[in-house]
């Protein structure tokens, strides 16, 4: 059975950090692509971050370019989304997801590209 679980997530002030965590389990992850989402309040899902399978590649939406970087350990089963300089538009639910496609490409960016979602972690940003 596959096991997305985030955390790390919290309050902060805007200007402030946080790193979230997602650790999986029941899926082979070193040849998994894997991506952030999120989603504000009345919002869809928002593609963040994606990263490749060995982590030399990743791509970004252009709001938090700069600011956040995804990183993954494959000996930990985990991926990581250090954010930094945090503004209130970023508060939402973070999710991590699988690509269902294990080839990166830097071009999925639809929530319908992935599978497998976490439950997803909170962060509030607050001005």
């Known amino acids: 059975q596959v096991q997305l679980v985030e955390s790390g997530g919290g309050l902060v002030q805007a200007g402030g950090s946080l790193r979230l965590s997602c650790a999986a389990s029941g899926l082979s992850f070193s040849t998994s692509v894997m991506g952030w989402f999120r989603q504000a309040p009345g919002k869809g899902r928002e593609f963040v971050a994606a990263i490749s399978r060995t982590g030399v590649l990743a791509n970004y939406v252009d709001s938090v370019k700069g600011r956040f970087t995804i990183s993954r350990d494959n000996a930990k089963n985990t991926t990581y989304l250090q954010m930094n300089s945090l503004k209130p538009e970023d508060t939402a639910i973070y999710y991590c997801?699988?690509?269902?496609?294990?080839?990166?490409?830097?071009?999925?960016?639809?929530?319908?590209?992935?599978?497998?979602w976490g439950q997803g972690s909170q962060v509030t940003v607050s001005s």
């Open positions: 997801g699988k690509d269902r496609s294990p080839l990166y490409t830097g071009r999925r960016q639809n929530e319908n590209d992935y599978e497998y």
